[in-house]
Structure formats: structure tokens, C-alpha cells
């Protein structure tokens, strides 16, 4: 790898598109291989056709490239290579990174000689016509939205050669000084572009029309337009009909109302009277679409999508006797795909962020539907590299914006332990043992003098009740249980980790300081009066968290914890959100409650009730229609209706102990290391008759109340 990267003479303060160009020959059409890579995106076509397009999304640390066959687009003798480049030049798009001028790099081999690099030989010119700019309600995080003038200009610039591009060292001079890429091929597949699908028309409106998807869902958007030369094309995307044309008034009810509004941000298209065809850089999220025009009706317009997700090779499979829960599985899958793309979002139309707390979820949730684990290390690896001098991580990253959320480098944490749990993967562990251990020690140093977590920085713990911006109420200036709380369950999967990879000494220094921490936490926040945890030290109210993470830290075991889950169940204590409903099952999985969840998803029969095709972030008003910690049946379903609970690290040992709640039977498939663990069950009486099918590198037990009918 010695090719040099090539780039525009001129910097450029304005975000736009160039095309890079070159051509070579081929005596022959061989096996060829490709690497590619360039700042902020790119989409490659060789003899025009569309390749592939990049980079996977980095961090300020790792820049990746491609590497792909690319025969099946090559001939034997002259081959045309195109490089579109999306050059963002200000704060936007925050989780790419990207130079201050467009910078390309390419290098194709066939038989292990190189065949065409960058170099000085290549041609550039800019694109202009297009203007990028934010969309309307989204944050700075998305990608441009787009504004297509009639005619595109083509300018020539002028291109010169940068350095040497050296993989294994992240590409330095003899002093050992970086250049701006530390290259690193990207761990990802390609992002799958799914058929392209038409909409349907569902409201005409003055000079326009709403179409639909049918369903929620993140794409790349292609339109086919010949109208009135003058006029502008507007499309607006929205998650769902609002009925107050003020989004932030949040008065939702049927998704599919047809007599309410769609807001959202747009693209625009001016009409140059000929056949024009465009496709936007970047996925949209939307249901509808808002289709404006001037004049509306001699307009010719076609528009298809192409679903847009990471592609997850899905081995997983539920059904039962309960047809609500089959939708709630299917709602649960496309809440995760629209959330899963060259990162794990929080939610695809506002933000488009990795948060930690999201991002351990939607791992937990995507290993119930395939075995595929690359995504999951992609985020634990961008996530390690935000770590701050005092040794908080990022509460969301990449970023350009530094955001510390304390909580959310204890969730982290949770992920790096779930994952080794999962798959044994001890060597990737390992590298993240000083990330950590150096998080742990920022827990500690910061502790009071009551030996509990203060409040710092954005103190979020769920956006649950009447609490401000999702802290509890005075938890701004004083501790909050559940941190403590949180805190101990950290330490207690870093003692588990420090356990088996080696570091003793370390586990028994976590398993003391989480004794200390526990001792402290029963001190201050119990309350002899309520007979259940205070939300902060002074604000005696009640809420679920407190009870939640009390099970989990282990504080109340046994009968005391059953006690305190009965209170915690209490309609008078402040309900957790979705993002906190796992948490919730886990606590009551625990100390074997795990029967009563059924009742506390009335707000995803609701989402159904009202035609949610995604889950939303939060009951009552939520602002995201699409947020992928509310995935929780995928969990649910797998782990506790069809039963399979993984019991040793690598997954080499299972339980199947099926909860059937009010079902009379359920079948499905269970994705794992080693393959998918396939089960069916059928109730008789208190019996549970079941059968399954498991790979033999899994040691299988059955529960107490199930009877086998065959292997």
C-alpha cells in the first residue's frame, strides 16, 4: 500500500460534489481487486456502472477503506474509473469526519501489480448546481438535504498528490508524525440496497400529493421528473401524519390519518423542462413523502426507493398462537433495520447518532435475529475511541461534538461484557480491558464523600414521568440512585470480565469496591417510611429505575427484592419509558416475576393500535416514530416465550424454559455462534410439550416444566 492520496489544490469552505476520473488497460479480464477510500463519501462507477460506495463511517482516529473484486466490471483492454466525492466543509454530517479539501484514494491490482492508483494523471472537476444545506427539525448529525438547480456545470479544478497511504503504521513520515488518515480496512459489508419499490398516492393536496410506503423505513430516493422549466420540485419526508401542523406541539394518533400534516425537511428539484434524474446522497427516513409542485399536474414525476439497511444475514423466525405478537415481531425487525446502517442509531430521521445506551440495545437485539456480530464490534471499537483524558467515553460517537452523558460509559461497559458473554471472543475483549478499566477508575475518583456518583454533566437517566430533559426531579444538583446503582452493575461485569481474561487481582478490586458502593447506596438512598429506594437524596418520590437497578446491582436479593418489584409494579410509582423496559424484564427475570411483563407492553399494543409501523422513542408524545431501543420483543420473544437462555460463555451451553404467558403455542429459530437453536412447544394443561432442534456444539437442559417429545 504505497499510493498516494490525490486532492484539489484549492480548499473549499462550501459543501459539494466532484468527480474524480482516470483511465487503464487491461491486457486481460482478471481477478481485480480494489481499495478505496475518500473524505466525508463517495460512490464509485467503473464503465459506468455503479460499484459501491464509502467510506464506512470512521471516527477522528480511523478512516476506512473498501476492498472488493471488482472484475465483473472490467474488459479487457481500456477501463474507465469514476469517483463522485461529497465534500462536507462545515459542521454538518458530524459522525464523518472530513478535510479541508475533497481528497480521494484508489489503488486497483490484478495478479498483485497495480494497475491505476491516484496520482497526478487523474482529472477532477466540481459539480456545481447542487446546494447542501441542514433539513428542517433534523440535527446537525444527518446529511444534507439537497436543492437541484435545472442545469449542472461541470468546472475543472486543479488536483495534486498528497502522501503515501501506509495501512500498518496510519500512515506517517520517517519522524513517525500521522497524516490526516489512519487507514483500516472498513469491518462492514456494503449496505444492502434492496429493490427499488413505487409509493402510493394516499392525499391530494393543492399543487400536490402525500404518497406511501406502505411502512417506515430508511432508503435511498430516486426521481424521474419532466415538468415546467422554473418550477421546483419539493419532496418532503415524513415519519407520520401529525394533526397540528407545528411538529413540536407532538399531537399524535392514527400514524395513517390522511386528514392530518406531514413536516419534515425536504429536497428540491428545479425543473429545467427536460427529463432530469436524481438520486440524493444520502438514505432518507420516512413513511410519506410530500410531493409540491408549481404545476402540479403537466408534471411527469416518478419516484422509487430502495430500503436501505445493514444487511443482517436474519436466521430468526417467530410465530404463535397470538397473532398481535407475530406483528410485534415484525414491527421489532424493521425498527432495528431502520436503525442499522454504517452505525447503530438512535433514531434515523432526527439524529442519526451512536449512542452508547442505544447502541448496547440494539446489539442485544440484533443477536436475537442473526449471528452476524460486526456491527456490534464496530460499535464497541468507534465508542472505546472517544474516551476522554478523565476517562468518561462519549455518550454518543462519532461525533464532532464532544457529549458526555456519565451513565452511558457504564452501558458501554454492559456491551463489551454482553459480547464476550455471547461469543467468547476474548482476544477482541481484551484490547478494550484498559478502556474500561480506566472508565471504572473515572467512576471512582469522582465519587463524594458519601462514596456515591454525583451529578455532572447531563445527568440522564429516561425520559419517564414529569422529569426535565430525562433526570429525575433534583438530580440535577444531587446524586441519583440509579447511577450509583448502574455503576455497581458495571462493576460487577467488569469483575466477570477481569475474571476470565486473566486479571485477578483486578477482579477482587472491583468486587470490593462494588461491596463499598452497594453499602453506601442501601445508606443514603433507602427509605425506612416508603420501604423502597428515594430517586435522589432528597426527593423522596418513587420510580421503577430505583427498584430496577437495586435487582440488577444485586442490593436486594431474594424475598427483599421481590417486595420491592411488588411496590416498583405500583401504578402510583413513575413508570420507565421504552428504553428502560429491558432493564425492567431483566430485573424481573431475575428474582422469577418474569411472568408480569406481558402487562407492561400495553404501550406497544397501543404503537399497533394506532398503526405504528415502527416502535416510537417514548409513550404518550414521542417525537421519534423509529428508535431501536424499543426493540424489546425481539429479546423477549426468543429468550422467554420460545425459552432459549444462553447459561456459558460462548454460547456452549443453553436452557430452553419457555414463558408461555397466555399462548397455546409458538415456534421459531434462535440465532447463535454456532448456528440457529430451532424450537416448537404446544400447551397442555401446565405442560409445556416441545420439541427442538440445536447445533452439537451446544450443550442443551430443558426446564422443569417442559416434556420433551423428540430430538
Sequence with gaps: MHTK???TKQAYTQTQT?????????????????????STRYKLYINHKFVCEGPCQGTAYTHFYEKLDISSFLRAGENEIQVMVLHVADGAFTSAFTTPRPMLWVEVTQNEQCVCKTNADWKACTIEGIDFFQGNLVMYSVCHFERHHAQYRYTPVEIEEGREMFEETGGSDPWGVLVPWRLRESPLPQLERQPAKTLKKVKTEANGYVLDAGAYTTAKVRIKVRGKKGDVLQLTYGECFIKHPDYWVFEKDMRDDASGFITGPSDYIELSGEEQEVEFWWYRAF?????????????????????????YAITSDFRCSDKRLEQMWDISIRTLQCCSHEILVDCPFFEQQQYAMDSYLEVLYGLKISRDTRLAKKAIADL????????????????????????????????LHDYYIYSGDAAFTKQYFGT????????????????????????????????????????????????SMLYAVGLKCAQTLAQH???????????????????????????DQTQYYKDTLTNTACSQHTAIWAILAEIETGEAAKKLAKIMLNPQTTACSFSMSFFLFRALEKIGMYGQIFPLMDGFLKMMDQHCTTWCENPGKPRSECHGWSAVPLYEWTTGILGVKQTAIGFTKAEICPEPFHLTYAKGSVPTPFGNIDVQWEK???????????????????????RLLCE
Design 384 to 415: 472505546a475511541e472517544s474516551q476522554q483524558p478523565n476517562g468518561l467515553l462519549c455518550a454518543n460517537y462519532p461525533s464532532r461534538v464532544t457529549q458526555i452523558i456519565p451513565s452511558f460509559t457504564i452501558y458501554w461497559i454492559l456491551l
Design 18 to 38: 466532484y468527480v474524480f476520473s482516470s483511465t487503464f488497460v487491461l491486457e486481460k479480464q482478471n481477478k481485480t481487486e480494489l481499495k478505496i477510500t475518500a
Design 436 to 483: 474500561l478499566d480506566k472508565a471504572l477508575w473515572a467512576f471512582a475518583s469522582m465519587l463524594d464523600e458519601n462514596g456515591l456518583v454525583p451529578s455532572a454533566y447531563w445527568p440522564y437517566l429516561d425520559w419517564a414521568g414529569d422529569w426535565e430533559n430525562g433526570v429525575p426531579t433534583g438530580g440535577r444538583h444531587e446524586p441519583i440512585a440509579a447511577h
Design 684 to 706: 397442555q394443561g401446565d405442560i409445556l410439550l416441545l420439541s427442538y432442534r440445536a447445533p452439537r456444539e451446544i450443550e442443551i437442559t430443558l426446564g422443569k416444566n417442559v
Design 287 to 311: 413513511r410519506y413523502i410530500q410531493v409540491m409542485c408549481g404545476d402540479i399536474q403537466n408534471t411527469e414525476i416518478e419516484i422509487t426507493y430502495q430500503p436501505y439497511f445493514y444487511p
Design 501 to 527: 481474561l486473566g486479571r485477578p487481582a483486578l477482579a477482587e478490586e472491583y468486587a470490593q469496591r462494588r461491596t463499598s458502593l452497594n453499602r453506601a447506596i442501601k445508606k443514603h438512598f433507602w427509605n
Design 5 to 7: 492520496w490525490i486532492q
